[in-house]
Nanobody
Framework: QVQLVESGGGLVQAGGSLRLSCAASGRTFSDYAMGWFRQAPGKERIFVAT????????YYADSVKGRFTISRDNAKNTVYLQMNSLKPEDTAVYYC???????????????WGQGTQVTVSS
């Protein structure tokens, strides 16, 4: 079992930045790929970014490429999502998830956090 707790969400103006954190406990963090997903009101949960277990490879949704950066610190059992140049359309609940593969699909991720709200005002 893996427990994931997100933090760092909040209200920010368009053009601003936030850094989300996801702290993991339970099984060996460095064995798992980690992903960030988001869900806007009335919409499906969608892929944002993912990082391999080693941290060597990352993938991003086109909508966030060049603005968001995913990283991880295996010594601290934490994955981060640095979000810059935020837009109102980035408003959503952001979830972190762990799985055996760094994939853009939701289903391979086994464990999920409770989510953290990000609101970007125009």
């Amino acid at each position: 079992q893996v427990q994931l707790v997100e933090s760092g969400g909040g209200l920010v103006q368009a053009g601003g930045s936030l850094r989300l954190s996801c702290a993991a406990s339970g099984r060996t963090f460095s064995d798992y790929a980690m992903g960030w997903f988001r869900q806007a009101p009335g919409k499906e949960r969608i892929f944002v970014a993912t990082i391999t277990a080693s941290g060597k490879t990352t993938y991003y949704a086109d909508s966030v490429k060049g603005r968001f950066t995913i990283s991880r610190d295996n010594a601290k059992n934490t994955v981060y999502l640095q979000m810059n140049s935020l837009k109102p359309e980035d408003t959503a609940v952001y979830y972190c998830a762990s799985g055996l593969q760094a994939t853009t699909s939701l289903s391979p991720y086994t464990f999920w956090g409770q989510g953290t709200q990000v609101t970007v005002s125009s």
